[in-house]
């Protein structure tokens, strides 16, 4: 059983950064690809970014654009995301999720483990 727990998030400032955290309770972290979703009010959990178990490959989705940055250090178990520039729109409940050994794929059902979410809140 893989447990993650998010932190990171909170109240910012359209513009702004924040490094959301996600760590996990494995003895194999490294052996599990990562990946970070979100999820606004009234919409549906979209995929952020995925990192690779075995070569740290990343990847993002279109909401990314350019502004997310996926990191792991493995040595902490934790996976890491970077967000600059944040816009309202950014706001959102996000939550990491892990697969053992796979490529990390967008769609939720790819996913064994979920975290429950860090909340963060853009304001204008």
């Known amino acids: 059983q893989v447990q993650l727990v998010e932190s990171g998030g909170g109240l910012v400032q359209a513009g702004g950064s924040l490094r959301l955290s996600c760590e996990a309770s494995v003895r194999t972290f490294s052996s599990y690809s990562m990946g970070w979703f979100r999820q606004a009010p009234g919409e549906e959990r979209e995929f952020v970014a995925g990192?690779?178990?075995?070569?740290?490959?990343?990847y993002y989705g279109s909401s990314a654009e350019g502004r997310f940055t996926i990191s792991r250090d493995n040595g902490k178990n934790t996976v890491y995301l970077q967000i600059n520039s944040l816009k309202p729109e950014d706001t959102a409940v996000y939550s990491c999720?892990?697969?053992?050994?796979?490529?990390?794929?967008?769609?939720?059902?790819?996913?064994?483990?979920w975290g429950q979410g860090t909340q963060v809140i853009v304001s204008s």
């Open positions: 999720a892990a697969v053992y050994r796979e490529v990390p794929r967008t769609t939720l059902t790819s996913y064994n483990y």
């Open positions: 990192i690779a178990w075995n070569d740290g490959w990343t």
